[in-house]
């Protein structure tokens, strides 16, 4: 499914707007010591493992949420914005959290 930061598609006509669709993935849990050594080495710099983390959320919410598009019949979405929080540095919880406009594009 195209899945794109942009409001509009270049030589792609927009057939029908679905709304807004969107997901959340939570870090922590087994991740929590990793999660949590991450945090404080990124005072430092980027850590690595902090980053792995953070993208694997990432890709699970973005999954999470073109299932939901494709739910209502959509096979796009546009205007895509992500967010990622630390909601509880002592436990090792993040979240990253994701939403777009899911659209039906034409077919060519």
């Known amino acids: 499914m195209l899945t794109t930061t942009t409001d509009t598609l270049q030589h792609r006509q927009i057939t029908q707007y679905f709304g807004i669709v969107s997901a959340s993935a939570v870090v922590g849990g087994e991740d929590r ?7 404080d080495a990124a005072a430092d710099g980027v850590s690595a493992p902090y980053e792995r983390l953070e ?3 990432r890709l ?3 999954d999470l949420m073109r299932e939901r598009a494709a739910e209502v019949g959509a096979n796009a979405i546009i205007a895509v914005r992500t967010e990622h929080r ?6 090792g919880i993040s ?3 994701v939403m777009g406009t899911a659209v039906k594009l034409k077919v060519w």
């Open 33 to 39: 010591d990793t999660l949590t050594d991450a945090l």
């Open 95 to 97: 979240v990253v959290f």
């Open 55 to 57: 993208r694997e959320a």
């Open 60 to 62: 699970l919410a973005m």
């Open 86 to 91: 630390v909601v509880d540095p002592g436990r």
